[in-house]
């Protein structure tokens, strides 16, 4: 795997998001600049995905927690299972089954910990 492949995949994925009945309107209404979200997201794809050896150098300096905040009332834990869904019909279509594994295995991780971080409010 290296860093074309993961621009690639995150190319076709996010075309997937863009057309999805549920999710489209919630990242079409968020995203105006469709270009360079695909490259940020392609840098912290990389930053996971790759071995640090294996980056042409870090670029990712994002705080995905933060960029979720922004848009929480559009949300919802139904649109992460939705997500992954297609992250997982994606990584299958990319990617060889091994790192397609690794790749879904970290997407799960960051939509729990997102999910947490949005949604979990424990009782006083």
Do not use: C
């Given at each position: 795997?290296?860093?074309?492949?993961?621009?690639?995949?995150?190319?076709?994925?996010?075309?997937?998001?863009?057309?999805?009945?549920?999710?489209?309107?919630?990242?079409?209404?968020?995203?105006?600049?469709?270009d360079h979200h695909l490259e940020t997201l392609a840098a912290f794809w990389s930053a996971l995905?790759?071995?640090?050896?294996?980056?042409?150098?870090?670029?990712?300096?994002?705080?995905?927690?933060?960029?979720?905040?922004?848009?929480?009332?559009?949300?919802?834990?139904?649109?992460?299972?939705?997500?992954?869904?297609?992250?997982?019909?994606?990584?299958?279509?990319?990617?060889?089954?091994?790192?397609?594994?690794?790749?879904?295995?970290?997407?799960?991780?960051?939509?729990?910990?997102?999910?947490?971080?949005?949604?979990?409010?424990?009782?006083?």
């Amino acid at each position: 795997m290296d860093e074309p492949l993961i621009a690639t995949l995150v190319s076709r994925f996010y075309a997937r998001v863009r057309r999805d009945p549920d999710l489209g309107p919630v990242f079409n209404r968020a995203i105006s600049d469709w270009d360079h979200h695909l490259e940020t997201l392609a840098a912290f794809w990389s930053a996971l995905l790759l071995a640090p050896e294996r980056l042409t150098a870090p670029r990712y300096k994002g705080n995905p927690m933060a960029a979720h905040l922004k848009h929480l009332e559009r949300m919802t834990p139904a649109l992460f299972d939705r997500w992954l869904a297609l992250w997982a019909e994606a990584t299958a279509d990319v990617l060889p089954p091994p790192a397609a594994a690794d790749a879904l295995a970290k997407a799960a991780r960051i939509a729990t910990s997102l999910q947490l971080g949005l949604f979990y409010r424990p009782a006083a």
